[in-house]
């Protein structure tokens, strides 16, 4: 089978500990897009892991990771990262594979960011990880590849800078490398779960362009970054937390406002710890937004759902989730491609209670609190997609399967 899993909002909706979580029942882990700039948390038994390149899945014993057909990879991070799971103790050697048609980020595309971004009439705010120039180029046809390291007439026409940081990495690189169509199609009998960076609504095509990163993050992009056909790909989870964030800048509808909500913004920012695993940067925080998810599940094919943070909920006496937008006095429930009418919307806000008893590592759906059910079960009924997941703290453990998506059908 192959497992997609995707973020379902604006990205740190918690993907790594549902992938490591997930990566029990594979035999390999696939990162399919991004680079560096993505920001992927994993707790096991208290000790938290950060990962911006190798896929989530690397901390279950045995399994092989993948950076895949559609990552850009800085190589310099990459062996930053390795050498961590080394000083911690994790063997790697043997079960990290990179993809051959992978793109590689140089160290002079970050400058090049940074300044791109500095000289726009409206900043993104990028990373400043150049991964935008490296897809850029890419685009261009002037990317330079993981196999085109090894490209005696590609390597000389290098610029000299260029190939003087990359030399010491070239023996290092070597015994990663492999043809990912190739190895999907030799495992094709076996469990590979596809692991997405940011989320759908920062999908270059998908969201809220031109606020959106330069990857494709969508469940479709893992057909791309795997290689293989889209018939292949069997069912897509989709991630969301039970509210929303958003880190740079671009239209969120349902943020948190002073005039309305008082200081929940900042109870919500320290309570969740919701600061950028990549840049530190404070994450803007807001209601759950089933506009968006509505969307995020209809254009990705979600089958399933998986919800995490509801723990920094815990002990809030009223919940609010935004059910539909108001434009120029006229309600949308779809969501709108342009951004000048989503900096517009108003969220038309429903108020649920909210629950007193702590969802805090509790195991079974049943022990959690009536309100918590029934505002999954609010959920569920707004986007017509099950929730399979429910995460009840930052631990592997704390953890409830209500359905396990490696099920047969």
Same mark, same amino acid.
């Given at each position: ?200 609504? +920062? /999908? #270059?095509?998908?969201?809220? !362009?031109?606020?959106? *990163?330069? $990857? @494709?993050?969508?469940? %479709? ?66 209601? +759950? /937004? #089933?506009?968006?998810?509505? !969307?995020?599940?209809? *254009?990705? $094919? @979600?089958?399933?759902? %998986? ?103």
């Amino acid at each position: 089978m192959r497992l997609v899993v995707i973020g379902a909002q604006w990205g740190d909706e918690g993907k790594g500990k549902v992938v490591d979580f997930l990566a029990e029942g594979a035999q390999m882990i696939l990162r399919y897009s991004g680079g560096a700039n993505a920001g992927h948390t994993v707790v096991v038994e208290g000790r938290t892991h950060k990962f911006h390149l190798i896929p989530s899945g690397i901390l279950n014993p045995g399994k092989t990771v993948v950076l895949g057909i559609g990552m850009v990879v800085d190589l310099a991070t990459l062996f930053e990262e390795l050498g961590e799971l080394s000083a911690q103790g994790v063997p790697w050697a043997g079960r990290v594979l990179l993809a051959d048609r992978a793109h590689i980020v140089l160290p002079r595309y970050k400058e090049m960011d940074r300044s791109r971004d500095q000289e726009r009439k409206v900043p993104l705010g990028t990373t400043g990880r150049g991964i935008g120039i490296t897809y850029a180029l890419k685009a261009f046809r002037e990317g330079i590849r993981v196999a085109d390291l090894f490209d005696s007439q590609v390597w000389q026409a290098l610029e000299p800078g260029d190939r003087a940081f990359l030399e010491p990495y070239l023996e290092r690189v070597r015994p990663l490398v492999t043809d990912v169509s190739a190895l999907m199609y030799e495992n094709r009998g076996r469990n590979v779960l596809l692991e997405g960076a940011q989320g759908t609504l +920062l /999908d #270059l095509d998908l969201g809220t !362009y031109p606020f959106v *990163s330069s $990857g @494709v993050s969508c469940a %479709a992009g893992a057909a791309l970054g795997a290689g293989i056909g889209p018939h292949r790909l069997d069912r897509v989870v989709g991630v969301f937390k039970a509210y929303a964030t958003r880190v740079g800048n671009g239209p969120f509808p349902s943020r948190f406002t002073r005039e309305r909500d008082g200081d929940l913004e900042e109870r919500v920012r320290e309570i969740g710890h919701e600061y950028g695993v990549t840049t530190g940067r404070p994450r803007r925080c807001g209601y +759950l /937004d #089933l506009v968006a998810l509505r !969307y995020a599940c209809r *254009s990705n $094919g @979600v089958d399933s759902l %998986a919800i995490t943070k509801m723990d920094v909920l815990d002990g809030m006496p009223e919940l609010k989730v935004c059910t539909a937008y108001r434009l120029d006095g006229r309600s949308l429930e779809g969501f709108p491609a342009s951004i000048q009418a989503l900096d517009r919307v108003e969220p038309v806000l429903e108020t649920l209670p909210g629950w007193k008893e702590p969802v805090k590592g509790r195991r079974r759906y049943e022990a959690l609190p009536p309100q918590a059910r029934a505002f999954i079960d609010f959920v569920e009924r707004s986007c017509g997609v099950p929730v399979g997941i429910v995460s009840t703290g930052q631990n592997r453990s704390e953890t409830i399967v209500r359905w396990n998506p490696w099920t047969p059908s």
